[in-house]
């Protein structure tokens, strides 16, 4: 038998007084000694240091050791650190709020022991601060362990019944230390926090290793809701965590780089450069594959689920007077940081390299794994939501897309010639339509439900940039 590997738990502890002690409690009570080779804690220039707290002796009791950052690197610095002090073989980066359950590091040994390129993800759960404890388990197989990476470089959240995560979400994650430091670690040139993630991922999937979700291993998270008691004390610089989103996509997109430049919170990077090399060159000496072939290992996502459509279009009313009017979204811009919306009429534009969610493409999988069970407003999160309605609804509400949805909305021709079409929600039949004499949306059975049609059909950027060979494999009918 091989030797059971060690792990180093990896706490990055900036202004973490309250949460730090019980943390690292926690991992010590949960992970056997023979296992657990240190806890790492990486107190980044906490005022007071936090050793002031929890003494360098009492702490070293419980298998800690202290890094003291005396200049406040953030959240991506202190991970680094932390890592560059770990000794076991396999480190395991958690928040500093956080507390691991029964048997949680069982997977991550065995997962690593089989590949050592492999990152293994928990299902993160819920902490309540006050209690210590999770208040209620997910049912095996759901849960939060999986995202994946939208266009201007955000990450959502997404299940599936296969065990691999495109994006991982950056805070809770098991990783062998040789493959770690083999794809370089964390980027020197990202401040604070957020975007690691990103970089992360998209290194260890290109360049041959794997991320896959441990369904049995659970860890309970403080989540930051607005509190005062869950709310962070260190500081972010303004725009960093932009900045670091921009450096990740950009060492690794390629061309759809360019896309992600069309989001408004990009911006200020269409006039300037940003130097990667950083990033890059750290994994310089790897074999590494490109985004387009990241597109194809998912494209269970990306085709399938509709995120990388083949055409995007309006949905404009058939019977209106006058004018063009064509869905939108009530108060959403283009962002996939959304909130749920709703869908109202608004006149038709014709352009779409303006930030209007007045543009749809199908998204979501059916139940056979084929695309598409909801139509999506591009460039969002935001699925019109069809088991939302029901008959004589005086809105129509959209949610966060749920790439699992089955059947949910659909457009539908009402007749022979395929021009006008119904626009179907939820398994009944029932369907979106003007109200008479108005223009207000409800929804009503579908034999007495006004007609839409697609308005300027395109084929977006995204869509054109893939390889004639990718196109002919995808078939273009997603």
């Known amino acids: 038998d091989k030797p059971i590997l060690t792990i180093s738990v990896v706490l990055p502890c900036g202004f973490e007084h309250d949460y730090f002690i019980r943390t690292a409690e926690s991992v010590f009570y949960e992970t056997p000694a023979e296992v657990l080779k240190e806890i790492v804690i990486v107190d980044d220039a906490s005022a007071p240091p936090l050793e002031q707290s929890w003494s360098e002796a009492a702490a070293a009791e419980f298998g800690v050791k202290y890094i003291r950052l005396n200049e406040p690197a953030g959240l991506i610095g202190a991970k680094q650190a932390g890592a560059e002090a770990a000794t076991g073989d396999i480190i395991v980066f958690f928040d500093c709020h956080v507390k691991p359950d029964i048997d949680y590091w069982v997977p991550y040994v065995r997962e690593i022991s089989e590949n050592y390129k492999r990152a293994v993800i928990p299902v993160i759960t819920v902490l309540n601060v006050d209690t210590w404890t999770q208040p209620e388990r997910p049912a095996k197989g759901s849960g939060m362990s999986k995202c994946y990476l939208t266009f201007d470089a955000e990450f959502k959240w997404t299940n ?218 591009w460039n969002t999160d935001q699925c019109i939501n069809g088991r939302g309605v029901s008959t004589g609804a005086e809105k129509v509400p959209t949610h966060t897309c749920n790439l699992d949805s089955g059947k949910e909305v659909s457009l539908t021709p009402s007749s022979d010639d395929g021009e006008e079409l119904l626009l179907k929600v939820g398994l009944k039949d029932n369907c979106i339509s003007l109200e008479k004499g108005s223009k207000l949306l409800t929804v009503v059975p579908c034999k007495d439900a006004s007609k839409w049609f697609k308005r300027k059909p395109f084929t977006p950027i995204e869509y054109e940039m893939l390889s004639s060979e990718t196109k002919a494999m995808w078939g273009g009918d997603n």
């Open 160 to 377: 599936d019944k296969t065990p691999h995560v495109p994006i991982m979400s950056g805070g809770l994650l098991a990783i062998s230390r040789k493959w770690f430091f083999e794809i370089g670690g964390y980027d020197s040139s990202m401040k604070g926090w957020g975007g690691e993630n990103l970089d992360q991922s998209l290194r260890i999937w290109t360049c041959g290793g794997e991320i896959v979700s441990a369904p049995d291993s659970y860890v309970a998270h403080m989540w930051r809701d607005g509190s005062e008691k869950t709310k962070a004390k260190y500081k972010v610089g303004a725009g960093d965590a932009v900045k670091n989103r921009a450096r990740a996509v950009k060492a690794h997109l390629g061309d759809w780089y360019k896309k992600t430049l069309s989001f408004p919170s990009f911006k200020r990077w269409q006039r300037q450069d940003l130097d990667t090399s950083s990033i890059t060159d750290s994994f310089s000496d790897l074999t590494c594959e490109n985004f387009e072939w990241y597109l194809q290992r998912f494209k269970y996502i990306y085709r399938d689920a509709g995120v990388l459509p083949s055409e995007v279009f309006q949905i404009a009313a058939v019977e209106v007077e006058g004018s063009s009017l064509c869905l939108e979204l009530k108060t959403l811009g283009w962002t996939n940081f959304g909130h749920d919306d709703e869908i109202v009429l608004k006149e038709c534009t014709d352009t779409h390299t303006q930030p209007q969610s007045q543009w749809w493409h199908g998204s979501n999988r059916l139940e056979n794994g084929s695309c598409c069970g909801s139509l999506r407003a």
